[in-house]
């Protein structure tokens, strides 16, 4: 039976025309128990702490800033706001998330956004030294599996401690 084709998303389709390797992954994890989240990732060699979230953000002086970071950790807004050069960064509230970044809640990907609004992007520095990272891909459900540093420089995305720290 042949696999059935799935249609790329924008941020696919950007890695695609830049040469940047990816591995698109489908996964469904979202309204899934611990352990059932655990077995899903285990069939895809992956670890829930390899898996990142993008958040929006604005600053008072700048306008949108996004920080990408592991999915099992705090974004420290007060960092954010010092790397992207303001006093104060807020997030952005679900109400203005899809019409600031073009995606809604669960499926921002910084490709896309860079790649749409420009806004300056930060990834959190754990993911400097690692071999990969997941990020949505675009839509709910979807990830890609790639290099930090690959997405990086492709969006020219500095590296930097964005953690709250307990």
């Given at each position: 039976?042949?696999?059935?084709?799935?249609?790329?998303?924008?941020p696919e389709q950007i890695m695609?025309?830049?040469?940047?390797?990816?591995?698109?992954?489908?996964?469904?994890?979202?309204d899934k128990s611990e352990t059932e989240r655990d077995l899903i990732l285990d069939t895809f060699h992956i670890k829930h702490d390899d898996?990142?979230?993008?958040?929006?953000a604005t600053g008072d002086r700048t306008g949108p800033i996004v920080a990408?970071?592991?999915i099992t950790k705090h974004l420290s807004l007060k960092k954010l706001a010092a790397v992207s050069g303001n006093k104060k960064a807020a997030m952005l509230s679900l109400?203005?998330?899809?019409?600031?970044?073009?995606?809604v809640h669960g499926a921002n990907n910084p490709i896309g956004?860079?790649?749409?609004?420009?806004?300056?992007?930060?990834?959190?520095?754990?993911?400097?030294?690692?071999d990969y990272f997941l990020v949505s891909g675009?839509?709910?459900?979807?990830?890609d599996k790639i290099k930090p540093n690959d997405v990086a420089q492709l969006i020219a995305a500095p590296f930097v401690d964005l953690l709250e720290h307990d």
């Open positions: 039976m042949a696999k059935k084709k799935i249609k790329k998303t924008l695609d025309k830049h040469g940047v390797t990816y591995e698109p992954l489908v996964l469904n994890i979202l898996i990142y979230k993008t958040l929006a990408v970071l592991p109400k203005d998330l899809q019409k600031t970044t073009g995606y956004i860079w790649q749409n609004k420009h806004f300056p992007i930060y990834i959190d520095e754990t993911a400097a030294k690692a675009g839509e709910l459900g979807r990830s």
